[in-house]
């Protein structure tokens, strides 16, 4: 599977960016997508993941009511709309997959669970 972000940029603080993660490979709706992110100097941390149906969805608490996840399993592409973005979301975004939809909330949260991995979009937001 290869993972292929996009949607980052520069903006300013309070407005909006839609991050994409387009994904290659068989039966992408079998995969259990996520979003992490890396701010200079600071470990990798969960954003946001979502099972292949998308009914279920989890969100850190820094982002919860700002983020979306969704995904569409026809385009084989997890999107990771941003609200109300704050210097504090400027990062380095990066999407993820791992084959299953049975994890526990707390396994996908972490970084180690995901076996493929996006190039990363910066996101910049500027105060």
């Known amino acids: 599977v290869q993972l292929q972000a996009s949607g980052g940029g520069l903006v300013q603080a309070g407005g909006s960016l839609r991050l994409s993660c387009a994904a290659s490979g068989r039966t992408f709706s079998s995969y259990t997508m996520g979003w992490f992110r890396q701010a200079p100097g600071k470990e990798r941390e969960f954003v946001s993941a979502s099972y292949w149906s998308a009914s279920r969805t989890y969100y850190a608490d820094a982002v919860k009511g700002r983020f979306t996840i969704s995904r569409d399993n026809a385009k084989n592409t997890v999107y990771l709309q941003m609200n109300s973005l704050r210097s504090e979301d400027t990062a380095v975004y990066y999407c993820?997959?791992?084959?299953?939809?049975?994890?526990?909330?707390?396994?996908?949260?972490?970084?180690?669970?995901?076996?493929?991995w996006g190039q990363g979009t910066q996101v910049t937001v500027s105060s």
């Open positions: 993820a997959a791992e084959v299953g939809s049975y994890f526990t909330a707390d396994a996908l949260r972490k970084a180690n669970l995901y076996v493929y």
